[in-house]
């Protein structure tokens, strides 16, 4: 089944560079539902097609001070140990295919600590979601049928795409929200890579490598489609992105988009922002 992935992000591998876009894919999950201890996540693979379940274990169990619960999953197994399937980057989902995974990519640089969870959760549970809620509408429920599933789910794993499979490619999915996680899943789900956490979480003031709330940028901008998705989905794509940059600045994250605002300026000058639709 094919699916729309919005408000998807990409940053360069080395460098904080975002800027969104809207291709198709394919993501349902395939049971569980928010809270579990494990659900099963139907994962594609936007860049050599196909499609596989991977299990994913709950880190991270809180609730917001307005009541909303937030979880965070990885791949089971994932916390500390970079060479789990769908997290290691020399993993092939498919050896039949004519897609090898770069050979280059270490698996050290997709490490995930619990410490940095904690401190991404917490993030969210303390301001990013009440910052958005308040600007952008409440997260409604996903499932009518699962009083659970107005819970924000959160997906941390090596997204599969063109930087996961060409050594060349300097820009990777960073994140992104996919309308039928609600539709055809019942969860409220947000997706973020597992590339370079320990430089891109959190205060990285005086780290040369660092680029501060990265991850908690990518994660306000896509929890404002999801916001959006139920508030007004029928917006027009351009305003849509717009308001989900903006979520970043009204959540204190400018670094994590400074240069999502400088790539547009400079490199797509004669880009009509009212008309670009949705592709630089």
């Known amino acids: 089944m094919k699916h729309r992935w919005r408000g998807i992000l990409t940053a360069t591998a080395l460098v904080a560079g975002l800027f969104g876009t809207s291709v198709p894919a394919a993501l349902a999950a395939s049971s569980g539902s928010p809270g579990d201890q494990s659900i099963v996540i139907e994962i594609n693979d936007s860049e050599a097609g196909g499609s596989y379940d991977q299990t994913f274990q709950l880190v991270y169990d809180n609730t917001t001070t307005s009541g909303t619960p937030v979880y965070i999953y990885v791949p089971t197994g994932a916390v500390g140990d970079p060479t789990v399937d769908s997290v290691n980057p020399q993993f092939d989902p498919n050896p039949a295919d004519d897609f090898d995974p770069c050979a280059t990519h270490s698996p050290d640089d997709y490490r995930m600590t619990q410490a940095q969870i904690d401190e991404l959760g917490d993030e969210l549970t303390r301001q990013i979601v009440a910052v958005d809620e308040a600007h952008f509408g409440e997260i409604g429920l996903a499932d009518e049928n ?135």
């Open 146 to 280: 699962d009083p659970a599933s107005d819970a924000l789910v959160v997906l941390a794993y090596n997204v599969q795409d063109s930087h996961y499979y060409d050594c060349d490619e300097d820009t990777y999915t960073a994140g992104y929200f996919a309308p039928e996680y609600i539709d055809d899943a019942g969860m409220n789900v947000i997706v973020v890579d597992s590339l370079d956490w320990a430089n891109r979480i959190g205060d990285q003031t005086g780290n040369p490598d660092g680029v501060s709330n990265l991850y908690e940028g990518v994660i306000a901008h896509e929890l404002e489609h999801l916001l959006m998705n139920y508030s007004d989905p029928g917006e027009l794509s351009w305003v849509d992105e717009g308001l989900a940059d903006f979520a970043a600045f009204l959540n204190d994250y400018p670094g994590a988009f400074g240069s999502h605002l400088t790539y547009v300026q400079v490199f797509h000058r004669e880009t009509s922002l009212t008309r670009w639709a949705g592709d630089l």
